[in-house]
């Protein structure tokens, strides 16, 4: 292509058209910038495509570990809590029933009553996203949603829960109605092997008003997760409604 025009302007210089020359020199010129141009739009493009599929990637990465979150580990962490509670209501109708219960009931009950239920969440896709450049996301809603959500919300909740549920469990009170409660009897496992189990001092502690307010810390501290988890869920909600929206955009 450059020959032919090497040509044509040999061939116009030649024949001494010096107007026609210049003309065509000049049309010439403005078709190379055009042609730079296009390449420059072209180019351009094909970076916006880029940097949007890279978008919604970091985008998906994120809306997928939210909603596995939201999906599979919480209600993981409140079906736990509902363990707790479902023990604490078994041990408060025996109670009314007046009945003596086996070592074995005791054992599955007491462990259900302190089964450990805790705030834990999981950041890394946003952690990742936020060292390539949070302004990866364009959409200003969203990443101001995520930030708050991930530095804000996620990490109080997980104090204020888990410490909440730390001093509940591990108070001085706690510790020593376990104490008054409980003794520690050694025995013999199925496979023949020395263990240690807790069982109640007497029969009468399970009708003591010392157990009752054992149960009763437990029901708070059940009462405290569940009612804040459901506040943590909603923002969840919300924040995954908007990336699903802004994901239909892509």
Request: with cysteine.
């Amino acid at each position: 292509m450059i020959k032919i025009f090497r040509n044509i302007r040999k061939s116009l210089l030649n024949e001494g058209k010096t107007g026609k020359y210049f003309r065509y020199a000049i049309g010439e010129i403005i078709l190379v910038v055009i042609g730079i141009l296009i390449a420059l739009q072209v180019n351009n493009w094909n970076n916006n495509i880029n940097s949007r599929n890279e978008e919604k990637m970091a985008i998906l990465e994120i809306y997928q570990s939210l909603k596995f979150e939201f999906e599979d580990v919480i209600p993981y962490q409140v079906n736990r809590s509902k363990i707790l509670e479902q023990g604490i209501t078994t041990f408060l109708n025996l109670r009314e029933e007046k009945v003596t219960i086996s070592d074995t009931v005791f054992e599955r009950l007491w462990d259900e009553i302190n089964m450990g239920s805790r705030f834990t969440y999981e950041s890394g896709p946003f952690e990742a996203v936020k060292n390539r450049g949070l302004n990866l996301i364009s959409n200003d809603s969203v990443r101001a949603m995520l930030v708050n959500l991930y530095e804000t919300t996620f990490p109080r909740s997980q104090y204020f829960i888990n410490s909440y549920l730390d001093s509940q469990d591990y108070s001085v009170q706690s510790i020593k109605l376990k104490e008054f409660l409980l003794k520690t009897e050694v025995y013999k496992n199925a496979k023949g092997d020395w263990s240690f189990k807790n069982v109640f001092r007497d029969d009468d502690m399970l009708y003591s008003e010392e157990f009752l307010e054992y149960l009763s810390i437990k029901k708070e501290s059940c009462d405290y997760f569940q009612n804040h988890m459901v506040s943590v869920n909603l923002k969840i909600e919300k924040v995954l409604k908007a990336m699903r929206l802004e994901l239909n955009t892509f």
